[in-house]
């Protein structure tokens, strides 16, 4: 008697673990990569929907990683509920093209970061009557519809999305911000443990665009365009050695690479921790590396890490 309850006790388990996996797997695909393995999934969305509150909802907008060109990343963002699709950023169209044919959805939107023909080099082939083109006011995007300043708001399908004024790689970038989702879109403000070169804007600019990305929440996804992070690592390895949590990190990233998987998205939490452009002001070892001088302000500390970042050869 005592082994028939036994089976029956482990296959109660057994029914009980699957149904748990089940639902599980419902809200698993929220971000997928079209080369990354199940563990690059994050550990947010996979909550069991049976612990979900009003609060914690699932969530229905899908991100889909797209490798582009050499070393850019595009994006499409879905929104289940209502069938709305947006490309973030269009390096080429081929990839966008085919990753919408093999998931059957069709493209509503783009959503232009800045005018870099990397960033809005597909727009043209991709947009049709049904496709609506966002961008910054101030710069030259092809096709654009929508014309977009920092701190305007709007919905995409069932999220609230927050334009964030980023220039200073070029003048007019703007990221956008989808804050219920704790997902921004940076183009190339702010890289994982880097930011981009400095060609448009002034140090007063960048610095400003990049503190306002810092005062998001930690838990923010930052999902930049360029596949960048091994050779920051060098610089920001070289710049604050004493970092624990930088080198931690760097080995990582090593072992990532090495895998062949993303370093792209990365929680911005840790960017604050580890990546040099955001801690021009709390790193004194930092400061000290590129030669900030007291009565230096903040901004001139950004221009001096950016510049040795621009003559360092790793
Ligand atoms: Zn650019």
Not at 195 to 201: A, D, L, Q, T, W
Not at 215 to 227: F, G, I, K, Q, R
Request: hydrophobic share 35%; charged share 25%; aromatic share 8%.
């Amino acid at each position: 008697m005592r082994s028939v309850f036994s089976i029956q006790k482990k296959q109660r388990l057994f029914t009980q673990t699957a149904a748990l996996l089940s639902l599980v797997s419902l809200q698993a695909p929220t971000h997928t990569s079209a080369f990354a393995p199940a563990s690059f999934l994050l550990p947010s969305v996979v909550t069991p929907l049976f612990l979900s509150t009003a609060a914690t909802m699932p969530e229905t907008l899908q991100v889909v990683q797209l490798p582009c060109l050499n070393d850019n990343y595009g994006y499409l963002l879905h929104d289940a509920t209502t069938g709305a699709t947006a490309a973030v950023d269009t390096p080429e169209a081929g990839p966008y093209q085919a990753e919408l044919r093999a998931r059957g959805w069709t493209l509503t939107h783009i959503f232009n970061t800045h005018h870099h023909w990397d960033h809005t080099g597909g727009n043209l082939e991709l947009k049709s009557s049904e496709v609506s083109i966002y961008g910054p006011a101030t710069e030259t995007i092809p096709g654009i519809d929508r014309p977009l300043r920092g701190d305007d708001e709007f919905e995409f399908g069932g999220s609230k999305v927050q334009v964030i004024d980023v220039g200073g790689h070029t003048k007019g970038h703007i990221a956008y911000y989808f804050p219920d989702e704790r997902k921004v879109f940076v183009g190339d403000s702010l890289f994982a443990l880097g930011c981009g070169k400095m060609f448009e804007g002034t140090p007063e600019q960048f610095w400003g665009s990049l503190k306002r990305l810092r005062s998001l929440p930690d838990d923010t996804m930052v999902y930049c365009a360029h596949e960048y992070t091994q050779s920051n690592a060098k610089f920001a390895q070289r710049v604050e050695p004493g970092n624990a949590e930088l080198l931690e990190r760097v080995k990582e990233i090593a072992a990532q690479r090495a895998r062949g998987e993303p370093t792209v998205p990365s929680l911005l939490g840790l960017e604050k921790r580890t990546n040099p452009f955001l801690r021009c002001d709390v790193s004194d070892e930092l400061r000290a590396n590129v030669g900030v001088r007291e009565g230096d302000s903040d901004a001139e500390a950004f221009a001096k890490v950016r510049r040795a970042k621009d003559t360092f050869r790793g």
